[in-house]
């Protein structure tokens, strides 16, 4: 390099870096000093560092002052169906959706050991997203690639994750099948793999009808395109889920495990004798979002399954109003729709989620006092799970003490495949509830007819597969398979998900702030 260069060079940089400590906002000389007083050294504070530096944190933070007998008596309770297990993928909600309808079968038809197929919807669920992505790539061919809601799309061309929208828009067009017509299969209990392959071509997919669109091709030729890339999709589906049944014969057997009759379906015969029919006009999504006004509605834009489907809309209440209508449900035996942020407050062990299990504040030397609202204004909380809300125990005057949900990560996850939580519990990490309308109260339907307040498709209260796999992966849990499938899950969601740069620090937020 030129000498002269050379020296213009290091006189720019240290010009630069003595700039750099004199501008205003900087860790300078004098604070530093300040700050370091934090930390005194004490016999304490080195016993403490001593503890962390050899330990997980959780174990050092464990309350041992609440590891008491836990209450397993529930006054009002709903009869579990068997506890079913997700595997390694995303679909807890399709999992929570279908054990809803299942209690429901069971209870009228008397069926002995029986689940839905999960694959036969989760088929469908992704090739329609992948329309829906196509479509929205032809929808904005005009706009620029650094347009938003194009970045978003090609950030989000596919996911394995969804809410209950998701269960009424697949399941009430392509209807269901038992679970031993069309089984599980590796890809379908092990989704990253798959995902990550479909949703590399679906990105391929959208950069060539954008170049289409540019080129002027008329939309009726866009269309024929999009199907036939369509129909690529469809066959990596085919190979890695099976082929979707038309027509089936099935036996029903009594819960005595007797035959009751064979006969022969199609999935939609299926749906309407055994499911439920009134799935996308017959249920209503409550949330308790105390960062958003209450009793107004709200809709998230192309938060949907289908392109022809419905955006996720949903009412926003106060949890005491939430909680009426879920125990009324309950009361009438029947199991609801339910997600929380799973990872807080989580003792796996034990199955239990109680505010009370650490005592971060004491461990640390500090309090953590954000309420609900803020957590979720400063991205440290948010929906990541869904489960199936089957139990609650009231006091003498009728007031929920603890809740109970059925899980999907198998029966020896938890206590025996279920969590318990607290009431205090609920009221800080529930958030949305799904409930029939003759249970939701006449407040709540009359929010719903509203007009509803369009929230972007970005909105960061809605990234649930992020708050899932980096709750989980904060937990605590012992399962390696879980943990095995977090990580994996992570990787493929910063490639394929939408992640603003602004985002990027919510992970270590979620990850540090586990409260």
Request: proline share 4%; hydrophobic share 35%.
């Amino acid at each position: 390099m030129n000498k002269q260069i050379l020296s213009i060079f290091v006189f720019c940089a240290f010009s630069y870096s003595t700039q750099a400590q004199e501008v205003k906002g900087g860790i300078s000389d004098s604070m530093m000093q300040q700050i370091k007083q934090s930390y005194a050294n004490t016999p304490t504070d080195k016993a403490i560092r001593n503890a962390i530096g050899n330990n997980d944190i959780r174990k050092l933070a464990l309350n041992q002052d609440n590891l008491k007998g836990m209450d397993t008596h529930f006054s009002i309770k709903v009869s579990s169906k068997g506890i079913t297990d997700q595997k390694s993928s995303g679909r807890c909600w399709l999992f929570t959706g279908l054990n809803v309808m299942r209690a429901k079968a069971i209870a009228k038809h008397n069926l002995g050991s029986f689940e839905f197929s999960q694959t036969y919807p989760f088929f469908f669920d992704q090739l329609e997203k992948a329309n829906l992505f196509l479509q929205g790539i032809i929808d904005t061919s005009s706009k620029p690639m650094d347009d938003k809601m194009v970045e978003w799309l090609f950030r989000n061309p596919l996911s394995d994750g969804g809410t209950f929208t998701g269960v009424a828009d697949i399941v009430s067009k392509y209807g269901l099948v038992p679970k031993d017509v069309m089984p599980e299969t590796n890809s379908s209990e092990n989704t990253s793999r798959m995902a990550g392959l479909i949703a590399l071509k679906l990105r391929e997919q959208g950069l060539q009808l954008r170049d289409l669109a540019a080129q002027g091709v008329k939309p009726a030729a866009l269309e024929k395109t999009k199907t036939e890339m369509l129909s690529t999709i469809y066959r990596m589906l085919v190979l890695n889920l099976g082929v979707p049944p038309t027509e089936f014969t099935w036996t029903e057997y009594n819960a005595k495990g007797e035959p009751v009759s064979t006969e022969t379906y199609t999935p939609l015969s299926f749906l309407k004798k055994y499911g439920d029919e009134k799935l996308i006009d017959n249920y209503v999504m409550l949330m308790n979002d105390p960062s958003r006004e209450y009793y107004k509605c709200y809709e998230i834009d192309y938060d949907r399954h289908r392109y022809d489907g419905k955006n996720w809309t949903y009412v926003n209440l106060p949890i005491e109003d939430i909680k009426e209508m879920a125990i009324s449900s309950l009361k009438d035996s029947t199991m609801m729709y339910f997600s929380c942020d799973v990872g807080k407050f989580l003792n796996s062990d034990r199955g239990l989620l109680d505010v009370k299990n650490y005592d971060y504040e004491s461990l640390m030397g500090t309090s953590f006092g954000m309420n609900k609202k803020q957590r979720i204004q400063s991205f440290a909380s948010g929906s990541s799970h869904a489960m199936t809300l089957m139990a609650v125990d009231l006091d003498k005057n009728g007031k929920p003490t603890k809740w109970m949900v059925e899980n999907s990560w198998g029966p020896a996850a938890g206590y025996q495949g279920y969590l318990i939580m607290t009431d205090d519990w609920f009221n800080e990490y529930m958030f949305r509830l799904v409930v029939e309308t003759k249970y939701a109260s006449k407040k709540a339907l009359e929010v719903l007819k509203q007009k509803p307040i369009r929230l972007p498709a970005w909105d960061p209260m809605f990234a649930e597969q992020f708050f899932f796999f980096a709750s989980v992966f904060c937990s605590g849990t012992k399962d390696k398979r879980l943990r095995a499938r977090t990580r994996k899950e992570l990787r493929i969601f910063f490639r394929n998900s939408f992640l603003f740069s602004y985002q990027i620090p919510i992970l270590f937020i979620t990850f540090a702030a586990n409260l």
